[in-house]
C-alpha cells in the first residue's frame, strides 16, 4: 500500500470536529483513534513527515498510511501549511469559557466518572453538583448496558439526552475517554459540537490525560 499512498508535503495535521468526536466517544482503541489522539495531542505543533506518521502508527508505515487515508476521506483531520495558533497552557482557566461556546443556551459543563465536575458555564453551583453527579450515573449506565447497546441495538454513539416532546435534547450527556480518563461534556440545549472550540477543548484534554 506504501508504494501508491505517500505523504503530501509536510503538512500540519487538524482534527475536524467530527474527528475529534470519534476520537474520544469510545474506551475501545483502534488504529484510527491512536492516530487521531496524536494528532490531537500535537498536530498542533509538528508538521507530519514520514518517520513522524511511522511512530505515531507503531513503526508500521503501510498501516499508517492506510489509517490516514481513511480518515481523510471520512472529513476527520485535514492538512494545514500554517499550525494553530498556541493554546494556553492553563486548562481551568480556558474550560468556562469554551463550554459556553458548545451550547446554544450558554450553558454545560465537565465532569468526571467520579460524578465530580471539572468546570460550568451557566449553571449555578448546586445545579452543577447534581448534574455532574447524575453524568457519573450515565457513565456506569453505559459500562453496564455496553454490550446491549452495542452488539444487540447496534447503537455506537453512547451519549443520552433528556429531550421535550418534539425529540429537541434540553441536556444532553457525551461521554468523552481521554487516556485512562473518563469525562461527561453536558450540555444544556442544543449542543454546539460541529464546531472549532469543541476541537479546542479535547486537544486541551488530550494533551493533559491522552
Avoid: C
Avoid at 106 to 113: K, N, P, T
Avoid at 124 to 146: K, Q, V, Y
Avoid at 151 to 176: C, K, R, T
Wanted: no cysteine.
Amino acid at each position: 500500500m506504501s508504494d501508491t499512498l505517500s505523504l503530501k508535503d509536510a503538512l500540519y495535521p487538524i482534527a475536524s470536529p467530527a474527528g475529534a468526536y470519534y476520537a474520544v466517544s469510545s474506551p475501545e482503541q483502534d488504529a484510527a483513534r491512536i492516530l487521531l489522539t496524536q494528532i490531537l495531542r500535537l498536530g498542533h505543533s509538528v508538521p507530519l513527515t514520514t518517520a513522524l506518521l511511522e511512530e505515531w502508527s507503531g513503526h508500521d508505515l503501510d498501516k499508517g498510511l492506510e489509517t490516514l487515508y481513511r480518515l481523510q476521506r471520512l472529513d476527520f483531520v485535514h492538512g494545514t501549511e500554517q499550525p494553530r495558533p498556541p493554546l494556553a497552557l492553563n486548562l481551568e482557566t480556558q474550560l468556562p469559557s469554551l463550554l459556553a461556546r458548545l451550547s446554544d443556551s450558554g450553558r454545560a459543563l465537565l465532569a468526571d466518572d467520579n460524578g465530580l465536575y471539572y468546570a460550568t458555564a451557566g449553571f449555578h453551583h448546586e445545579s452543577a453538583e447534581e448534574i455532574a453527579a447524575l453524568a457519573g450515573d450515565i457513565i456506569s449506565l453505559n459500562r453496564r448496558h455496553a454490550l446491549l447497546l452495542k452488539n444487540n441495538l447496534n447503537i455506537s454513539n453512547l451519549a443520552w439526552s433528556v429531550s421535550n416532546p418534539a425529540g429537541q435534547s434540553e441536556l444532553g450527556f457525551y461521554p468523552l475517554h481521554v487516556g485512562q480518563q473518563s469525562f461527561v461534556l453536558v450540555i444544556g440545549g442544543s449542543p454546539r459540537l460541529q464546531d472549532e472550540h469543541f476541537v479546542t477543548l479535547i486537544e486541551l484534554l488530550s494533551r493533559r490525560y491522552a
